[in-house]
């Protein structure tokens, strides 16, 4: 927008305002209805112009979003966090290895009653 002032020549001093369009120029605020109806209208374009390339970026996009939304990678993680990289063994317990259990199946290590109440 451009602002151009008029003033007249003797003792009165007279302004006036006027303003011009120009297209070329950046609006100086751009409102949340203006960021949607320019991505609208390039969504629309995209899908008008190249629907196969426009149909691949949108798999791509879900394929990135959808393990941090869905419920699967929270369980599997939980899951993965409670059961141990090594296993217990069986071993010659001497008395002194409080961590090792005595048999595989002795309830060491962290309680998965979580995972059976789902």
Not at 28 to 53: R, S
Not at 105 to 110: A, D, I, M, S
């Amino acid at each position: 927008m451009i602002n151009k002032c008029l003033y007249a020549t003797g003792a009165e001093h007279i302004r006036q305002t006027v303003t011009y369009y120009i297209s070329h120029e950046r609006k100086l605020y751009l409102t949340t209805q203006d960021n949607m109806a320019g991505i609208g209208a390039f969504l629309k374009n995209a899908w008008n112009k190249e629907p196969v390339i426009f149909v691949s970026c949108a798999i791509g996009l879900v394929g990135l979003a959808l393990p941090f939304i869905s419920p699967i990678t929270k369980y599997s993680g939980m899951i993965n966090s409670s059961v141990p990289y090594t296993y217990p063994v069986p071993v010659r317990d001497d008395g002194n290895m409080p961590d090792v259990p005595a048999h595989p199946r002795e309830p060491k290590g962290n309680n998965l009653e979580w995972l059976k109440k789902l």
